[in-house]
């Protein structure tokens, strides 16, 4: 009895194999899979090639195909939900694959370094792609990523060196990451981005254009840095900072306009973006940071604005061609080699408001004048460097103002703040208050009782020029055009310089008033009319 238990056991033992082989393999299965009872493909141990997994397993861990180098294709089962965390990363000779019409996400680094990945066919079914889910997929030229995708995550096609053209659809509000994508050249962004992550778009040697849309409020540190054939791209009005380095080395990159939504630009932001021929410094702007417009050849004139305390470090460093400055009163400081290195700077204008210029700040072998008010820092600096000074009167920049006026209304916005008065709409015509408005703007107003007639005088304030040997500074500014309406109410007359011109007037309730968008014409100020608020807003610079 013992022995026959003995052999039973014995028997059992051998069996044992073949039992647990056979719960890991569905019916009409094959060994070159293991596959739980739960239905996960658990490893694969076939010869490689086009590999078609059984249609009953329902996941694929990473642990199946992870850096498998003999498989070339994959047809994947039709019940699939998920694509892993890996599932096939490190296949380089993988070269298609279509994924089946339920899977919904597909799992960070699951097809990261497949270097012979040609054609990636994804589902509509699709909503999320994880980070670096293709990174390293050099042979990947393009991609159609589905509409209904709302994730794609960061760093997801980093190093795609033959990746072409991207779309990425509605819904996602940061971009998926581009580094060293070398060949790109066309990036369709949706309308939800709000910002350009860090190093986004690094080393993409191809872009040459691209549009940022509207909800933009951040460009991160790096994000275009090097990216050597862009010529041209826009920058929101509501951006709001700039990292460091973000338009590093943008060789071909020309005459960017900035908007005053912008409060911070970072370290070396557009270093070496050569081609720049000019610069506009953004109102919101406080402090220019070390390097940010360093290296750039073509920029033959600056004006850095009294909203700026510090010119810092370095700021204009190396710009070989620049030859006129003009720093506006509000600029406190200079920083050390500000303007270094400058070699064909012949004039800078500094304002009695500098009273600290750093170390080595010009070059020494320029020809340079530096013009100032007589007493100012900036004489003594000169004259402490043996370099020549003249003295000029250094006007002050004009205010900026802007009405804001909602029509049928009693509410005004001015430069932020509210205040009351009755505006009003006539045969289509919009009219605001004219002594009120002309008071709000700067201008100034003159009723004449006798004549009933109201005189309204705007007067342009140009900035300095900084000037050179044939044009100095201060001196060459043009005298401020003054223009003056002569409005008569109850009649169709104005007189504008004494040119005559003709437009409704209208007097109600004792209130004399004017037709805003023309009359801001005929002064020189700009208006801009939002039909969906039924506002209009008028802006004086002065």
Same mark, same amino acid.
């Given at each position: ?194 910002? %350009? ?44 900072? %700039? ?120 070059? /020494? ?21 043996? %370099? ?31 205040? /009351? ?122």
């Amino acid at each position: 009895m013992k022995s026959k238990k003995i052999i039973s056991l014995m028997l059992a033992l051998a069996l044992m194999p073949a039992i647990l082989s056979a719960a890991a393999i569905p019916a009409g299965g094959s060994s070159d899979f293991e596959i739980s009872a739960s239905g996960a493909l658990l490893r694969y141990n076939g010869p490689g090639g086009h590999v078609v997994i059984p249609g009953d397993v329902v996941s694929v861990w990473a642990t199946a195909f992870k850096n498998n180098e003999t498989i070339t294709g994959v047809t994947l089962p039709e019940n699939l939900a998920r694509l892993t965390d890996d599932v096939f990363a490190g296949c380089v000779n993988l070269k298609s694959i279509k994924i089946p019409g339920k899977v919904t996400s597909i799992g960070q680094r699951a097809f990261q370094n497949c270097e012979s990945l040609t054609e990636v066919i994804l589902p509509d079914s699709l909503k999320t792609i994880d980070s670096h889910a293709f990174a390293g997929c050099i042979s990947l030229v393009s991609i159609e990523i589905p509409d209904g995708v709302i994730f794609v995550g960061g760093e997801t096609f980093i190093e795609c060196t033959a990746l072409k053209n991207v779309n990425i659809p509605e819904g996602n509000t940061k971009t998926p990451g581009f580094y060293s994508c070398t060949s790109l050249e066309t990036v369709i962004l949706p309308s939800t981005i709000t910002h %350009i992550d860090n190093w986004e778009f690094y080393n993409c040697a191809s872009l040459k254009s691209l549009i940022l849309p509207d909800g933009v409020i951040e460009i991160g540190m790096g994000a275009f840095r090097e990216c050597t054939k862009l010529e041209s791209i826009n920058i929101p009005d509501g951006v709001t900072h %700039i990292g460091d380095d973000a338009f590093h080395s943008c060789h071909s990159l020309k005459n960017l306009i900035l908007p005053d939504s912008i409060v911070s630009i970072g370290a070396d932001a557009f270093r070496g973006c050569r081609s720049f021929e000019s610069i506009n410094i953004p109102k919101g702007l406080t402090e220019i940071s070390e390097g940010a417009f360093m290296d750039i050849d073509r920029l033959k004139s600056v004006t850095v604005p009294g909203n700026i305390n510090t010119i810092g470090k370095r700021a204009f460093f190396q710009d070989s061609d620049l030859k006129e400055v003009a720093i506006m009163r509000g600029v406190a400081e200079i920083g050390d080699e500000a303007f270094q290195n400058c070699y064909s700077l012949e004039s800078i204008t500094i304002p009695p408001s500098v009273t600290k210029i750093g170390e080595r700040v010009f070059f /020494d072998g320029t020809e340079l004048t530096i013009y100032g008010e007589s007493g100012s820092y900036a004489e003594t600096y000169a004259k402490a460097n043996n %370099i020549e000074f003249a003295a000029v009167i250094i006007p002050v920049e004009p205010e900026t103002k802007t009405i804001t006026a909602t029509f049928g209304a009693t509410k005004y916005i001015l430069n932020g703040g509210n205040f /009351d008065e009755q505006t009003m709409v006539y045969n289509g015509v919009a009219y605001l208050p004219a002594a009120y408005l002309a008071t709000k703007l700067g201008l100034s107003a003159i009723w004449d009782s006798a004549t009933n007639t109201t005189s309204l005088t705007s007067t342009g304030v140009a900035p300095p020029a900084a000037g050179s040997e044939d044009s100095p500074a201060v001196n060459s500014t043009p005298e401020p055009e003054t223009k003056t309406i002569t409005a008569t109410f109850g009649a169709t007359k104005y007189i504008l310089n004494g040119e005559n011109f003709d437009e409704q007037t209208m007097v109600y309730n004792g209130i004399a008033y004017l037709p805003a968008a023309y009359l801001a014409t005929k002064l020189g100020l700009s208006a801009v009319w939002d039909s969906e608020t039924n506002t209009t807003s008028l802006t004086s610079a002065g």
